[in-house]
Protein backbone atom coordinates (compact mmCIF):
# COMPACT_ATOMS: atom_id res chain seq x y z
CA UNK A 1 0.00 0.00 0.00
CA UNK A 2 0.67 3.87 -0.72
CA UNK A 3 0.64 6.22 2.25
CA UNK A 4 0.08 10.21 0.77
CA UNK A 5 0.61 12.71 3.02
CA UNK A 6 -0.50 16.14 1.99
CA UNK A 7 0.45 20.05 3.46
CA UNK A 8 -0.57 21.95 4.77
CA UNK A 9 -3.80 20.03 6.34
CA UNK A 10 -5.76 23.27 6.68
CA UNK A 11 -5.39 26.76 5.54
CA UNK A 12 -7.45 30.00 6.01
CA UNK A 13 -6.92 32.47 2.83
CA UNK A 14 -7.48 35.96 1.25
CA UNK A 15 -9.64 36.17 -1.87
CA UNK A 16 -7.13 37.03 -4.52
CA UNK A 17 -4.05 35.16 -3.24
CA UNK A 18 -2.94 31.49 -4.03
CA UNK A 19 -2.20 28.44 -2.44
CA UNK A 20 -0.07 25.49 -3.51
CA UNK A 21 -1.01 22.28 -1.82
CA UNK A 22 1.84 19.86 -1.54
CA UNK A 23 1.46 15.90 -1.94
CA UNK A 24 4.21 13.04 -1.03
CA UNK A 25 3.20 9.51 -1.14
CA UNK A 26 6.06 7.46 0.24
CA UNK A 27 6.25 5.01 -2.55
CA UNK A 28 6.34 5.11 -6.15
CA UNK A 29 2.54 5.30 -7.93
CA UNK A 30 1.35 4.62 -11.11
CA UNK A 31 -1.10 7.99 -11.17
CA UNK A 32 -1.99 10.45 -9.19
CA UNK A 33 -5.10 12.74 -8.95
CA UNK A 34 -6.29 15.80 -7.45
CA UNK A 35 -9.57 15.92 -6.14
CA UNK A 36 -12.36 18.47 -4.30
CA UNK A 37 -14.43 17.85 -1.95
CA UNK A 38 -17.35 20.29 -0.79
CA UNK A 39 -19.21 20.27 2.43
CA UNK A 40 -21.80 17.22 2.04
CA UNK A 41 -20.98 16.57 -1.30
CA UNK A 42 -18.67 13.42 -3.46
CA UNK A 43 -15.17 13.76 -4.48
CA UNK A 44 -14.96 15.78 -7.84
CA UNK A 45 -12.00 14.63 -10.06
CA UNK A 46 -10.40 18.04 -10.45
CA UNK A 47 -7.50 16.42 -13.16
CA UNK A 48 -4.58 13.77 -13.73
CA UNK A 49 -1.50 14.71 -12.46
CA UNK A 50 0.90 13.88 -15.79
CA UNK A 51 4.64 13.24 -14.86
CA UNK A 52 6.94 15.42 -16.83
CA UNK A 53 3.90 16.71 -18.66
CA UNK A 54 0.52 18.89 -18.10
CA UNK A 55 -2.23 17.55 -16.83
CA UNK A 56 -5.44 15.92 -18.07
CA UNK A 57 -7.77 18.41 -16.47
CA UNK A 58 -11.64 17.45 -16.01
CA UNK A 59 -15.05 19.24 -17.80
CA UNK A 60 -15.24 22.59 -15.64
CA UNK A 61 -11.61 22.60 -14.50
CA UNK A 62 -8.30 24.74 -16.22
CA UNK A 63 -5.11 25.05 -15.90
CA UNK A 64 -4.89 28.25 -14.84
CA UNK A 65 -7.29 28.36 -12.26
CA UNK A 66 -5.68 24.48 -10.61
CA UNK A 67 -2.10 24.67 -12.38
CA UNK A 68 -0.73 21.35 -11.18
CA UNK A 69 3.21 19.79 -11.57
CA UNK A 70 4.33 16.35 -10.83
CA UNK A 71 7.92 16.15 -11.35
CA UNK A 72 8.68 12.73 -10.56
CA UNK A 73 6.68 9.65 -9.43
CA UNK A 74 6.13 10.51 -6.10
CA UNK A 75 5.38 14.15 -5.59
CA UNK A 76 2.98 16.64 -7.33
CA UNK A 77 2.04 20.06 -6.73
CA UNK A 78 -1.97 21.39 -6.81
CA UNK A 79 -2.18 25.38 -6.80
CA UNK A 80 -5.37 26.92 -6.39
CA UNK A 81 -4.83 30.52 -7.99
CA UNK A 82 -6.95 33.72 -7.58
CA UNK A 83 -9.05 32.12 -4.98
CA UNK A 84 -12.74 33.22 -4.12
CA UNK A 85 -14.95 32.07 -1.06
CA UNK A 86 -16.49 29.27 -3.72
CA UNK A 87 -13.25 27.48 -3.94
CA UNK A 88 -13.12 26.78 -0.14
CA UNK A 89 -12.98 22.88 0.18
CA UNK A 90 -11.30 19.54 1.12
CA UNK A 91 -8.56 19.33 -1.77
CA UNK A 92 -7.46 15.76 -1.67
CA UNK A 93 -4.73 13.60 -3.71
CA UNK A 94 -4.66 10.37 -4.39
CA UNK A 95 -2.66 7.75 -5.90
CA UNK A 96 -3.09 4.49 -7.60
CA UNK A 97 -0.63 1.57 -7.37
CA UNK A 98 0.54 -0.86 -10.35
CA UNK A 99 -3.40 -2.08 -10.10
CA UNK A 100 -5.91 0.92 -10.35
CA UNK A 101 -8.07 -0.96 -7.91
CA UNK A 102 -5.37 0.01 -5.52
CA UNK A 103 -6.44 3.67 -4.82
CA UNK A 104 -4.95 5.99 -1.69
CA UNK A 105 -6.16 9.16 -0.48
CA UNK A 106 -4.22 11.46 1.31
CA UNK A 107 -6.00 13.22 4.27
CA UNK A 108 -7.12 16.56 2.23
CA UNK A 109 -6.09 20.51 2.60
CA UNK A 110 -9.32 22.19 4.13
CA UNK A 111 -9.26 25.44 2.71
CA UNK A 112 -11.04 28.35 3.80
CA UNK A 113 -11.55 31.59 1.55
CA UNK A 114 -12.05 34.90 3.29
CA UNK B 1 -25.31 10.42 -16.95
CA UNK B 2 -23.01 8.49 -14.51
CA UNK B 3 -24.88 8.48 -10.87
CA UNK B 4 -24.13 6.96 -7.91
CA UNK B 5 -26.69 7.19 -5.23
CA UNK B 6 -26.62 6.59 -1.22
CA UNK B 7 -28.98 5.92 1.26
CA UNK B 8 -29.53 6.80 4.07
CA UNK B 9 -27.95 10.11 3.61
CA UNK B 10 -27.31 9.85 7.53
CA UNK B 11 -28.03 7.27 10.11
CA UNK B 12 -27.66 7.24 14.12
CA UNK B 13 -27.22 3.64 15.84
CA UNK B 14 -26.25 2.48 19.16
CA UNK B 15 -22.78 0.92 19.68
CA UNK B 16 -23.54 -3.43 19.15
CA UNK B 17 -26.26 -2.87 16.75
CA UNK B 18 -26.18 -4.06 12.72
CA UNK B 19 -26.83 -1.71 10.14
CA UNK B 20 -27.07 -1.21 6.60
CA UNK B 21 -26.03 1.43 4.06
CA UNK B 22 -27.48 0.79 0.30
CA UNK B 23 -25.72 2.28 -2.85
CA UNK B 24 -27.59 2.27 -6.40
CA UNK B 25 -25.56 3.33 -9.49
CA UNK B 26 -26.63 3.86 -13.22
CA UNK B 27 -22.65 3.87 -14.55
CA UNK B 28 -22.01 2.35 -17.67
CA UNK B 29 -19.87 1.08 -18.36
CA UNK B 30 -19.00 -0.98 -15.23
CA UNK B 31 -15.58 -2.55 -13.98
CA UNK B 32 -16.12 -2.45 -10.16
CA UNK B 33 -18.18 -0.97 -7.01
CA UNK B 34 -16.28 0.13 -3.92
CA UNK B 35 -16.83 1.05 -0.51
CA UNK B 36 -14.30 3.60 1.22
CA UNK B 37 -14.15 4.84 5.11
CA UNK B 38 -14.14 8.24 5.41
CA UNK B 39 -13.60 9.56 9.19
CA UNK B 40 -13.23 13.08 10.28
CA UNK B 41 -10.84 14.91 8.89
CA UNK B 42 -9.45 11.93 6.85
CA UNK B 43 -9.20 10.80 3.11
CA UNK B 44 -10.96 7.69 2.50
CA UNK B 45 -9.89 4.25 3.11
CA UNK B 46 -10.71 1.19 0.64
CA UNK B 47 -12.99 -1.20 2.92
CA UNK B 48 -13.89 -3.61 -0.23
CA UNK B 49 -13.59 -3.69 -4.02
CA UNK B 50 -16.00 -6.26 -6.34
CA UNK B 51 -15.85 -6.90 -9.39
CA UNK B 52 -18.89 -7.73 -11.94
CA UNK B 53 -18.78 -11.47 -10.96
CA UNK B 54 -18.46 -10.68 -7.22
CA UNK B 55 -21.44 -11.24 -4.84
CA UNK B 56 -20.10 -10.36 -1.66
CA UNK B 57 -16.83 -9.81 -0.26
CA UNK B 58 -16.29 -9.38 3.75
CA UNK B 59 -13.17 -6.96 5.23
CA UNK B 60 -13.83 -7.73 8.89
CA UNK B 61 -16.98 -6.57 10.36
CA UNK B 62 -17.80 -5.40 6.83
CA UNK B 63 -19.44 -6.86 4.35
CA UNK B 64 -20.46 -5.63 0.65
CA UNK B 65 -23.04 -7.54 -1.63
CA UNK B 66 -23.34 -6.60 -5.10
CA UNK B 67 -26.37 -7.05 -7.94
CA UNK B 68 -24.90 -6.20 -10.95
CA UNK B 69 -28.66 -6.98 -12.72
CA UNK B 70 -30.05 -4.41 -10.41
CA UNK B 71 -26.99 -2.19 -10.48
CA UNK B 72 -27.17 -2.37 -6.37
CA UNK B 73 -25.08 -2.50 -3.78
CA UNK B 74 -25.28 -2.48 0.50
CA UNK B 75 -22.28 -2.45 3.25
CA UNK B 76 -23.56 -4.21 6.00
CA UNK B 77 -21.68 -3.35 9.68
CA UNK B 78 -22.21 -6.21 12.18
CA UNK B 79 -21.61 -5.22 15.97
CA UNK B 80 -21.00 -1.74 15.40
CA UNK B 81 -18.29 0.16 17.39
CA UNK B 82 -17.80 3.67 18.55
CA UNK B 83 -14.91 3.87 15.37
CA UNK B 84 -17.21 3.15 12.78
CA UNK B 85 -18.61 6.73 12.83
CA UNK B 86 -17.43 8.60 9.94
CA UNK B 87 -19.02 8.23 6.45
CA UNK B 88 -18.92 5.76 3.76
CA UNK B 89 -18.51 6.13 0.39
CA UNK B 90 -19.58 4.48 -2.47
CA UNK B 91 -17.73 4.42 -5.91
CA UNK B 92 -18.10 2.95 -9.14
CA UNK B 93 -15.22 2.32 -11.47
CA UNK B 94 -16.33 2.37 -15.32
CA UNK B 95 -12.43 1.61 -15.83
CA UNK B 96 -9.30 3.35 -14.92
CA UNK B 97 -8.70 5.13 -11.93
CA UNK B 98 -9.93 8.22 -13.88
CA UNK B 99 -13.14 6.52 -14.66
CA UNK B 100 -14.62 6.76 -10.81
CA UNK B 101 -17.76 7.78 -9.88
CA UNK B 102 -18.71 9.04 -6.03
CA UNK B 103 -21.52 8.65 -4.52
CA UNK B 104 -21.87 11.85 -1.63
CA UNK B 105 -21.80 8.91 1.36
CA UNK B 106 -24.04 7.85 4.23
CA UNK B 107 -22.71 9.61 7.54
CA UNK B 108 -23.05 7.36 10.14
CA UNK B 109 -22.93 8.11 13.86
CA UNK B 110 -22.18 5.24 16.52
CA UNK B 111 -24.00 6.26 19.65
CA UNK B 112 -22.50 4.49 23.06
Known amino acids: SAVISQKPSRDICQRGTSLTIQCQVD?????MFWYRQQPGQSLTLIATANQGSEATYESGFVIDKFPISRPNLTFSTLTVSNMSPEDSSIYLC???????????FGPGTRLTVT | KNQVEQSPQSLIILEGKNCTLQCNYTVSPFSNLRWYKQDTGRGPVSLTIMTFSENTKSNGRYTATLDADTKQSSLHITASQLSDSASYIC???????????FGKGTHLIIQP
Open chain 1, 27 to 31: SQVTM
Open chain 2, 91 to 101: VVSGGGADGLT
Open chain 1, 94 to 104: SGTGANTYEQY
